[in-house]
C-alpha cells in the first residue's frame, strides 16, 4: 500500500467512526426529546420499545415469516398494532398469538390482511401519506410527533397515542383532509 492509499483509508476510517459518533450523540438526544414530549412514563416508553424489538425479532428469526409476510409491530403504552400482510391466517395468526405472550403487552389490535405482500409503490405510497398525516398534525394541531403516531398500511391510516377525546377528534379530522387515504383507524387511548 502507497502512502496515498493509507492517507485515504485513514480519512474514511476517520469518517466514519465521526459519523457513528455523531448518528449516536444524536440518537441519544433523539430519544431524550422523545421521551420529554411523550405522555407515557418512561417506563412505558422503554417497555413499548422492548416489546416491538422482541416481536420484530421474532419475526426476522423465523424463516416462514422472514420470507412470506410483511409485517409491521407498533406499540404504545402495551397497546400493540399489527399491521401488514400474511399469506395464511395460520401465519398470521402465529404472530398474533407470539405477539400477545409477549411480557408487557396488554391488547393486540390486529390488522393484518390474509393477502400476499404489498408491492413497493404500495409501500413507498403508504410512507408518503404518512408524511402527509404527520405534517398537517403538526400544522394544523401543533401535535409533536409522540402525541400522535401515524402508522399506514395500503392506504389505511392508524392513529395511536394517548390523547384527550378533542385532541382525538382533532387528529382524526386533520387527517381526513390528506387525499389518498383509503380509511382511518383510531387505536387511540384516553386520557379523560
Known amino acids: 500500500m502507497n502512502m496515498n492509499s493509507t492517507f485515504s483509508l485513514l480519512i474514511v476510517l476517520t ?16 430519544t431524550s426529546v422523545d421521551i420529554t ?32 409476510t410483511h409485517l409491521s409491530v407498533t406499540s404504545m403504552n402495551g397497546i400493540v398494532l399489527l399491521t401488514g400482510e400474511a399469506p395464511t391466517a395460520e401465519l398470521r395468526d402465529n404472530v398474533i398469538s407470539h405477539v400477545r405472550s409477549i411480557e408487557g403487552v396488554r391488547q393486540v389490535v390486529n390488522e393484518v390482511t390474509t393477502a400476499g405482500k404489498t408491492a413497493m409503490l404500495s409501500r413507498t405510497n403508504d410512507t408518503w401519506l404518512t408524511a ?7 400544522a394544523e394541531t401543533g401535535f409533536d410527533a409522540n402525541r400522535v403516531k401515524v402508522v399506514t398500511e395500503r392506504g389505511n391510516v392508524y392513529l395511536m397515542g394517548l390523547v384527550t377525546r378533542s385532541e382525538a377528534q382533532a387528529a382524526t379530522e386533520t387527517a381526513r383532509q390528506v387525499g389518498g387515504i383509503v380509511r382511518i383507524v383510531k387505536v387511540f387511548e384516553y386520557t379523560d
Not at 19 to 29: E, L, N, Q, R, S
Not at 37 to 60: N, W
Not at 132 to 138: A, D, E, I, S
Open 37 to 68: 414530549y411523550d405522555r407515557r412514563t418512561a417506563g412505558s416508553y422503554v417497555d413499548d420499545g422492548a416489546i416491538e424489538t422482541k416481536a420484530r425479532y421474532y419475526i426476522l428469526t423465523n424463516e416462514e415469516l422472514r420470507g412470506d
Open 132 to 138: 402527509k398525516v404527520k405534517t398537517n398534525l403538526y
Open 15 to 30: 469518517a466514519v467512526t465521526f459519523t457513528g459518533c455523531v448518528a449516536a450523540a444524536v440518537g441519544v438526544g433523539v
